[in-house]
């Protein structure tokens, strides 16, 4: 139980900061598209970590929390692939379209996602023969997670590209 309040903690406190960014970068820097998807990015983040906190302290909603928290987790490779996106110059972006159609691509699939989590349709209550009750995965369970592994690794994959190709400064 002390675990779980220092975790809740930590975790509580790594989200404020996370909002506490995201919010600066939406008030300082409205004009600029790389702010705004790393605000978003970071704000989904701030979601994630607050959602699995309370989550640990609130434990007769705990599914609804991680749910809460895995709807924040299924938006991240979307707002990733934006992220590298926005640092793409004009005339880099207008050339490459594929990289545009496979951020929607991943949003679209991220969305149906949450909508299946967000139904009930990916955890479970599990008790177990000694009485003791755990959140445990549905059958289909694991295909939220097979695809933020796999849209964080093209997102990363993508910032990578497009931060080793760059030779500027991040833009304004």
Not at 16 to 22: D, E, Q, R, S, T
Not at 58 to 74: F, I, K, N, S
Not at 80 to 104: C, I
Request: a positive charge.
């Amino acid at each position: 139980m002390v675990f779980q309040t220092w975790f809740s903690i930590a975790a509580g406190l790594v989200a404020a900061i996370a909002g506490g960014m995201a919010c600066i970068l939406f008030i300082r820097r409205r004009t600029g598209s790389s702010h705004r998807s790393l605000a978003v990015l970071l704000g989904t983040t701030a979601v994630s970590y607050l959602a699995n906190a309370a989550g640990l302290l609130d434990e007769p909603h705990a599914l609804w929390w991680r749910a809460t928290a895995m709807v924040a987790e299924l938006v991240q490779p979307t707002a990733l692939l934006y992220v590298g996106l926005a640092f793409l110059n004009p005339v880099e972006r207008s050339s490459d379209t594929s990289a545009l159609w496979r951020a929607r691509i991943v949003g679209c699939v991220g969305l149906l996602l949450a909508g299946f989590v967000a139904t009930g349709q990916v955890f479970q209550w599990k008790v177990f023969e000694d009485g003791r009750a755990a959140i445990a995965l549905i059958t289909w369970g694991r295909i939220p997670y097979v695809f933020i592994v796999i849209g964080m690794a093209l997102g990363l994959a993508q910032l990578e590209l497009v931060l080793r190709a760059s030779h500027e400064p991040v833009p304004p």
